[in-house]
């Protein structure tokens, strides 16, 4: 059984190519590819609970390591990652896809991103029913352009 912990680290490690897994110390880690971060799964035996905490060595210096929210770095990594996925789309489609990226960590970890400005996508029915609905305009418009001799 994996703690929250590891299941944060790990699915970072899955958020490629900016993260990539290494073995660290007998375990499983996330490397960061652009400074070379190093984050590792916590002992939360302490806590009351498990939260998802990890450690952080900022540019993988032992000297600057860190307890962090891993749910914090995820929410970073998660936003980044879906850019990067999403270059050349529009801020509604990145914004859907956060939002089902925001679920799947939800369901691999136990424990939920920091992006409150989230907002379940429309069901694709309503989208389409706004779009027949633009088109429905247009069409009365010439229809009644027609009729009146405007158009």
């Known amino acids: 059984m994996t703690s929250k912990s590891e299941?944060?680290?790990?699915?970072?490690?899955?958020?490629?190519?900016?993260?990539?897994?290494?073995?660290?110390?007998?375990m499983w880690c996330a490397r960061s590819m652009q400074d070379g971060t190093l984050i590792l799964p916590a002992?939360?035996?302490d806590f009351e609970e498990e939260t998802g905490m990890v450690r952080v060595?900022?540019?993988?210096?032992?000297q600057r390591e860190q307890l962090v929210d891993g749910t914090f770095i995820a929410?970073?990594?998660?936003?980044?990652?879906?850019?990067?996925?999403g270059a050349g789309f529009d801020e509604e489609s990145i914004g859907n896809e956060l939002w089902y990226?925001?679920?799947?960590?939800?369901?691999k970890t136990g424990c939920s991103v920091s992006?409150?400005?989230?907002?379940?996508?429309?069901?694709?029915?309503?989208k389409a029913g706004t779009?027949?609905?633009?088109?429905g305009e247009g069409l009365l418009v010439n229809l009644f352009g027609k009729i009146t001799g405007i158009g």
Request: charged share 20%; aromatic share 10%; glycine share 4%.
């Open 7 to 26: 299941a944060v680290v790990n699915f970072i490690a899955s958020l490629m190519p900016l993260y990539v897994d290494e073995q660290h110390d007998g």
């Open 43 to 45: 002992d939360e035996s």
């Open 57 to 62: 060595r900022w540019q993988g210096d032992l």
């Open 75 to 85: 929410s970073l990594a998660l936003e980044r990652y879906v850019r990067l996925h």
């Open 101 to 107: 990226m925001a679920r799947h960590f939800h369901f």
């Open 115 to 126: 992006l409150s400005n989230l907002h379940e996508p429309a069901h694709p029915l309503v």
């Open 131 to 135: 779009v027949a609905r633009r088109m």
